[in-house]
């Protein structure tokens, strides 16, 4: 069963920039598209990137040109790099794939961007 497991959230200033880290197991990393996802509080989660097994990738209109995802095969990872944090972008961020699997949504990784 595949697993995903968020790390690298943290509290920043509004401009500043985070790293997250999606540790992927249980299925064949390389050839799956993977998607970071997001959740503010009382707002449906929301697609804010995914990355593909030809390392094409497509972002959310909101993200774009602040927001890079990547991916490292060798270490079954999905990056999220974050960068000129709003304090929109106050969420708790989770990876799965894509389409998301209902069954495998982790704890997720808080981000919150203070004004």
């Known amino acids: 069963q595949v697993q995903f497991v968020e790390s690298g959230g943290g509290l920043v200033q509004a401009g500043g920039s985070l790293r997250l880290s999606c540790a992927v197991s249980?299925?064949?990393?390389?050839?799956?598209?993977v998607g970071w996802y997001r959740q503010a509080p009382g707002k449906q989660r929301e697609l804010v990137a995914t990355?593909?097994?030809?390392?094409?990738?497509v972002y959310a209109d909101s993200v774009k040109g602040r927001i890079t995802i990547s991916r490292d095969n060798a270490k079954n990872t999905v990056y999220l790099q974050m960068n000129s944090l709003k304090p929109e972008d106050t969420a708790v961020y989770y990876c799965?794939?894509?389409?998301?699997?209902?069954?495998?949504w982790g704890q997720g990784t808080q981000v919150t961007v203070s004004s």
């Open positions: 990355i593909f097994s030809g390392d094409t990738t």
């Open positions: 799965n794939s894509w389409p998301s699997r209902p069954t495998a």
């Open positions: 249980g299925r064949t990393f390389s050839s799956s598209a």
